[in-house]
């Protein structure tokens, strides 16, 4: 297989609470990173993608970055689409390079809205994804919307809590393996249950963390000479079937359909041709969800799978291996790219304690809003 | 004062506001393709027709789906909790979120039927559904 374009670095930065961090400096070092890991360095890159920031908002993020370590490359641009942002950059700076625009593209993402903000101005700040006169004088929140699509699956589906919580377990034993993850206290179902309720059928444990943190992918024309395995971009697609949940056309069917089929269809693989599978987990229902509107199980089978182990090393599909959102953390924009990283991790075979044997094709998938804006990538190691 | 948000009203969606207060739903209907839709656009969601009148929409429609929020996003909304928020299918056919008010949120069950109500909101009047 001959690559048009390769994945050449990735490069995280600590999860969690960063005291000494803001929201730049932390683009600064997951970015250097990344370079490090292509073998380049800042004067290389000739495409920069950034995302946004709650804690330093800026209509211009992308410039204030390139400004902040000193580069002026001949592409620079913000891409935002909320936890797809990630993926759809890397799907960007894919195209930027097939067509002979930029030889590296350097995609950072990350923000410190643990300990740059209170924990009410996060939250109240995240409200704002809801419609301003439809939506937020309800009293709505990122977690009441995901709970609005959970409460209707079960219904439909007959998941139960107990099987959410299976996932949320799943989630911190992977974080577990990961020595960058936030939360890594072993839990059980039973703690997940006695969690206090968020918004129900939602509880604590069933949601992501806020974390401090940022991630980086360097994109770039294959030849570059290192001695690391390639991992290159086999396909990717895309789906977007609103921004407000008032205003999604189902609750049960979401854009990561019609996202994943344009992803396999490029790659030419299939769901079952995955070895690893990072995919979006803002919730515990957020990943039930994608699992059986992309295919990777039936309806009302994602739970029951959760539960038997099927999730983890040695199961059905190995996924979130890093501890996906639920463990491993949430920074912003940069929560979706850490599913990337991992995924490059796995292809290389880096991964260490939680390497899944013989990972040859990995899914990848971003989600935005409430299910609203769905990028899915295909990686290979070549 | 509440303190909760009070929608403003733009230049598509001013008229709905006004019937509010007026206690008063309306819906837009494409005169084009017959489409009804919810939020008001400038142009119809399914045929792209400028043609839209507004319709009055009978005050009662069924849970589609529901949480009782604990962790209000912001303080305002910090004395209701647990609070009800509900998709709301109007028998018009169009969907709208909405508080479930007057009403235990122990009680609150998808396919429940309510009648849509108006809350005083600094000068606004905003739509509400109560049990049937």
């Known amino acids: 297989m001959r690559a048009r374009v390769v994945i050449s670095g990735v490069g995280d930065t600590p999860v969690g609470a960063l005291e000494d961090s803001s929201c730049m400096s932390l683009h600064a070092q997951a970015a250097r990173d990344a370079l490090a890991d292509a073998g380049l360095g800042f004067d290389d890159v000739d495409g920069v993608l950034c995302a946004y920031s709650l804690v330093e908002p800026h209509p211009m993020l992308s410039s204030v970055f390139c400004e902040y370590v000193g580069i002026e490359p001949g592409f620079n641009a913000v891409v935002q689409a909320g936890g797809a942002s990630a993926a759809i950059m890397l799907a960007q700076a894919a195209a930027l390079v097939a067509a002979g625009q930029c030889r590296h593209v350097l995609i950072v993402l990350g923000d410190n809205r643990l300990t740059g903000m209170t924990r009410d101005k996060a939250v109240a700040a995240l409200a704002q994804f809801g419609h301003a006169q439809f939506e937020q004088p309800y009293g709505i929140s990122i977690p009441a919307a995901y709970a609005l699509v959970a409460q209707r699956y079960m219904h439909d589906y007959g998941v139960t809590p107990e099987q959410l919580a299976a996932i949320a377990v799943t989630h911190r034993a992977h974080a577990a393996r990961h020595p960058n993850a936030h939360m890594r206290e072993p839990i059980t179902v039973a703690d997940v249950m006695a969690s206090r309720v968020i918004a129900s059928p939602l ?57 994943s089929r344009l992803a396999f269809e490029q790659a030419g693989v299939t769901a079952a041709d995955i070895d690893v599978a990072e995919i979006y987990d803002s919730f515990t229902i957020t990943l039930l969800v994608e699992l059986e509107s992309i295919g990777f199980f039936e309806r009302g089978e994602a739970g029951a799978a959760a539960a038997a182990g099927e999730l983890t090393h040695g199961g059905r599909l190995p996924c979130n291996t890093h501890g996906g959102l639920l463990s491993y953390g949430h920074s912003g924009a940069a929560g979706g790219m850490f599913h990337i990283v991992e995924a490059v991790r796995q292809l290389r075979g880096e991964a260490g304690d939680r390497q899944v044997d013989g990972a040859e094709l990995a899914f990848a998938h971003g989600d935005g809003g409430v299910l609203s804006a769905h990028c899915s990538l295909i990686l290979g190691r070549l | 004062m509440t303190g909760k948000p009070i929608p403003e009203a733009n230049a598509d969606t001013r008229p709905f506001w006004d019937a509010c207060n007026r206690g008063e739903l309306l819906v837009q209907h494409c005169r084009a393709c017959g489409h009804r839709q919810f939020y008001p656009r400038g142009l119809c969601q399914r045929c792209r027709s400028e043609d839209l009148a507004w319709q009055t929409a009978e005050p009662r429609g069924r849970v589609y789906s529901f949480t009782i929020v604990h962790r209000a996003p912001t303080p305002a909304f910090r004395a209701d909790v647990p609070y009800a928020i509900a998709l709301v299918d109007l028998a018009d056919g169009v969907r709208m979120m909405m508080n479930i008010v007057n009403c235990d949120p122990e009680r609150v069950a998808i396919g429940m039927p309510v009648n849509i109500v108006f809350e005083q909101r600094d000068g606004q009047a905003v739509p509400q559904a109560e049990p049937a």
């Not at chain 1, 697609?237 to 008032?246: R, S």
């Open chain 1, 203 to 259: 509880r604590l444990l069933d949601c992501c963390p806020i974390s401090d943190g940022a991630a980086a992918i360097v994109v770039s024309t294959p030849g570059i000479d290192t001695d690391k395995p390639t991992v290159a971009l086999l396909g990717s697609g895309q789906g977007h079937t609103h921004e407000h949940i008032v205003a999604a056309p189902s609750l049960t069917d979401f854009g990561c359909k019609q996202a």
